[in-house]
């Protein structure tokens, strides 16, 4: 499946949502394209891939998507801030989420056209079922990756074959629900050197996944998943090892305007970057970040802190061992594995 000679190592950086509307459309508009990614941008820059989850519409159109009712929150950018996308590098965005149509299909379809034209690939939402499941396929190095994009709301914008809209899946292991996403996975794995699995799911400003979406976590990664790449609750919430591969439930915010919870801290996140040579992923390892004045930054002091503790414990409970290397945190997925097994065991 290589493309071309297979470098040593590769590493690929995750991050999760990335909002653009509003406030920080209007300070890109001030400070330029580049404002948003502060300091982090040279770690950025130092991956082979960045990929993160798009969570506003690239439109002209004002005109709100509703269903009889206003949504709470709307978010737009000016098509022109796919440059700022642009300048940090970033290989893939995922659609599939509940502000890709925030602007209704011609908000969507707009948004779509735009990453197009600016070469960034994309997936979970298009013109028709096909294209909102269609998986998007990039270059890392001499591989080829490629990314399955789903989301479990709102049902309402489920694409059909004849309608647009997001790919939508229940969360859920039952062979009905499932059978669509198992589906995915392994056409995936035939096009592809890694297969990356990623989801717009669940409720917001919670630290835990259920134990149903563990289930279907596990489930995804052994119906052929080499990465489970969770976004949605806006905080990061704990990493486990799942048969030697990693399941980050939810990867939080990354660049946005939103209003801070003074416990759960939603400020306080990560760029996430996997050490691997496909499909073996060796390592993730964590920087962590401030958002703060539309702008995300390497996290310092007790902010840093703040942020290793809690994510240490989070992992901790699902029997992940992570290390701090400087000012970064570590996670070998071979150590994690042997450890929950000597768990398994005792």
């Known amino acids: 499946m290589m493309t071309g000679p297979a470098p040593d190592r590769l590493a690929i950086a995750l991050a999760g949502d990335v909002m653009l509307g509003r406030g920080v459309n209007e300070t ?121 994009a789903y989301a479990d709301y709102p049902v309402a914008w489920a694409a059909a074959p004849w309608r647009s809209g997001i790919n939508y899946t229940k969360i859920s292991t039952d062979a009905e629900h499932f059978a669509k996403v198992k589906d995915s996975l392994a056409a995936a794995r035939k096009a592809a050197d890694l297969v990356i699995f990623t989801i717009h799911w669940g409720p917001n400003m919670v630290s835990r996944p259920t134990t149903g979406f563990q289930e279907f976590a596990r489930a995804v990664i052994d119906a052929g998943a080499d990465v489970f790449w969770g976004h949605s609750a ?75 503790e809690r994510f240490g414990g989070l992992c901790a409970e699902m029997k992940t061992q992570v290390r701090t290397d400087d000012s970064r945190l570590m996670i070998d997925l071979q150590a994690s594995q042997s450890l929950m097994k000597q768990a398994e065991i005792a």
């Open 28 to 148: 890109i508009r001030i400070r330029g394209f580049a404002h948003p990614w502060g300091n982090i941008l040279p770690a950025i820059k130092e991956s082979d891939a960045f990929l993160a989850n798009l969570e506003c519409a690239l439109t002209s159109h004002t005109k709100h998507w509703t269903n009889g009712e206003e949504k709470a929150f709307y978010f737009r950018a000016d098509p022109r801030v796919v440059r700022t996308l642009q300048i940090v590098g970033l290989d893939f965005v995922s659609l599939a989420n509940n502000h890709a149509g925030d602007f209704g299909q011609e908000g969507l379809l707009q948004t779509v056209a735009v990453l197009d034209h600016a070469g960034i690939a994309h997936a979970g939402a298009g013109g028709s079922l096909a294209d909102a499941r269609r998986p998007a396929i990039i270059q890392a190095g001499g591989y080829r990756i490629a990314v399955i």
């Open 234 to 308: 806006h905080v990061v919430q704990g990493i486990e090892v799942w048969n030697g591969k990693p399941i980050l439930y939810d990867t939080g915010d990354f660049v946005n305007d939103y209003a801070v919870d003074p416990y759960l801290r939603n400020d306080r996140s990560a760029l996430f970057r996997l050490h691997l040579r496909p499909p073996v992923i060796e390592s993730v390892e964590l920087i962590p970040v401030k958002i703060s004045h539309m702008q995300v930054n390497v996290a310092r002091g007790a902010e840093r802190e703040w942020f290793m």
